[in-house]
């Protein structure tokens, strides 16, 4: 996607250094960092400087990448594990993390020499970038029937192309539905209490030119209300084998919405989102985040400046679980690479059957 007219992708390899865009900072700098090791990759995935499941799924790829690009010879494979354990702790919710360290170390141990073992990890960190791209085209394409000329529909958090290394998962079929010349309106919740709506959603509909508008999160219920929301999706953090979904904190009580107003609740994901270990949603483990996170919030001041300020009173306590899971029941879709699957059992086990979409599809 484009920022100020020039293709971007959020994630990417040059040569064995990381380069991500820094989400902390945007909307009011846009900027690019550098990491040089597995460490620094790790560390900028567990302060959010990417974030997003594909997003943090194509870095830990690239982490793993640097680890096998720099493990002394003698100790090639001890050292991998290593670094694969060290980037296995940043984040605990994403599937999209864990497929990442297992595809690349699979590949690394394939190989018959330390030479040959690097190698091989660059290239499946970097086909598992392209392959993360190319699903999200393909989502966009999925759920381009849904994208009906006049429609206004709601998404959460941000499931755009920031959080992958392209396109994104749920803004995919509105961006596919802009190149096919039908307009829609996304309504954005701002997304408290890191705000992903209000800093990065916004600002990625903005650099595309996509109408929207942000909202409280508070104000959900009333637009549903009003019949002013004919759609929703959003995207996936993991979704278990029943269907069962975590995302942002938040989506659930937006699937519960749309369930009373009858609003049809997609959630679009690529399937290395998808956990068929976990059985059902009671077994995704839950991020739980430090309570600054609730008590201050972050931002520019009129005067130019960057400032962190306190919003709560100076005792408060604060609990901040960073995803939860909505049931099965109340998706009315997923929206994947494959097209649109029922929220079930068996049809999520069908598509994890599949081969993967193919370059060209
Ligand atoms: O904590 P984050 O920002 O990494 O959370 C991930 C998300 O942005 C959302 O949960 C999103 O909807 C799923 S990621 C495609």
Not at 151 to 166: I, K, P, Q, S
Request: proline fraction near 5%; aromatic fraction near 6%.
């Amino acid at each position: 996607m484009k920022v100020n007219g020039r293709p971007y992708q959020t994630v990417w390899l040059d040569g064995s250094t990381v380069k991500l865009i820094e989400q902390r900072k945007l909307p009011h700098v846009f900027e690019v960092a550098s990491y040089a090791t597995h460490h620094e990759t790790a560390r900028a995935i567990q302060e959010m400087v990417v974030r997003g499941a594909g997003a943090i799924g194509a870095a830990a790829g690239y982490a793993m990448a640097q680890a096998a690009l720099h493990a002394p010879e003698a100790r090639f494979h001890d050292a991998l594990d290593k670094a694969a354990g060290v980037i296995r702790a940043t984040r605990p919710t994403a599937h999209d993390l864990f497929y990442a360290v297992d595809r690349v170390c699979r590949a690394a141990s394939c190989a018959n020499s330390v030479e040959s073992a690097r190698m091989a990890a660059v290239r499946a960190a970097t086909a598992l970038a392209q392959d993360n791209a190319r699903a999200c085209q393909a989502m966009g394409r999925a759920g381009l029937p849904l994208m009906t000329p006049g429609l206004r529909m709601l998404t959460h958090c941000n499931a755009g192309w920031l959080a992958f290394v392209d396109w994104g998962s749920a803004l995919a079929p509105v961006y596919a539905a802009q190149e096919a010349g039908i307009e829609v309106f996304v309504y954005a919740t701002e997304t408290r209490p890191r705000s992903q709506g209000a800093k990065l959603t916004e600002w990625e509909l903005a650099q595309a030119d996509v109408p929207h508008q942000l909202i409280a999160d508070t104000a959900a219920g009333s637009l549903f209300q009003r019949g002013e929301i004919g759609l929703v999706i959003v995207g996936a953090d993991r979704i278990a084998a029943n269907g069962d979904t975590a995302n942002k904190i938040g989506t659930y009580t937006l699937a519960v919405l749309a369930r009373r107003h009858n609003v049809p609740f997609y959630v679009a994901a690529s399937r290395s989102t998808f956990d068929l270990a976990t059985p059902d949603g009671s077994a995704i483990p839950i991020e739980q985040r430090s309570e600054d996170e609730v008590l201050y919030v972050w931002g520019r001041a009129d005067d130019g400046s960057l400032q962190r300020v306190r919003i709560a009173g100076p005792d408060a306590r604060a609990l901040n679980p960073a995803f939860d899971v909505t049931p099965a029941e109340l998706i009315r879709g997923f929206i994947t690479d494959q097209g649109i699957l029922p929220a079930t059992p068996d049809a999520v086990a069908a598509y994890m059957r599949e081969p993967e979409a193919s370059p060209a599809a």
